[in-house]
Nanobody, 120 residues
Framework: QVQVVESGGGLVQAGGSLKLSCAAS???????MGWYRQAPGKQRELVAS???????DYADSVKGRFTISSDNAQNTVYLQMDRLKPEDTAVYYC???????????????WGQGTQVTVSS
């Protein structure tokens, strides 16, 4: 069974930093891996994604403040969040696309979400 587990959320003051981690198990060939977020009353949005070849995309709102990285061998993806703002407050979800078995084809898998709260 595929598992996607996030960690690292919490409460931080504006201007502070947090680092999110995500580990996926029982799945291979992850491409891409990334982070989405959903604030109350808003749609889930892409924060950052990274392909297994190192291509990276960021939402405009986080460029220059957030850094995504990954370890393909360990099936892990990280999100370093610096200079956090109150508007970054949301539940952050890890997303991976990968293969559970060679016959399964690529599928999307999500973590359970981790709360990030930035106080002003």
């Amino acid at each position: 069974q595929v598992q996607v587990v996030e960690s690292g959320g919490g409460l931080v003051q504006a201007g502070g930093s947090l680092k999110l981690s995500c580990a996926a198990s029982n799945v291979f060939g992850l491409n891409p891996m990334g982070w989405y977020r959903q604030a109350p009353g808003k749609q889930r949005e892409l924060v950052a994604s990274i392909t297994r070849y190192g291509s990276i995309d960021y939402a405009d709102s986080v460029k220059g403040r957030f850094t995504i990285s990954s370890d393909n061998a360990q099936n892990t993806v990280y999100l370093q969040m610096d200079r956090l703002k109150p508007e970054d407050t949301a539940v952050y979800y890890c997303h991976v696309r990968g293969w559970e078995t060679p016959a399964s084809g690529p599928k999307d898998y999500w973590g359970q979400g981790t709360q990030v709260t930035v106080s002003s």
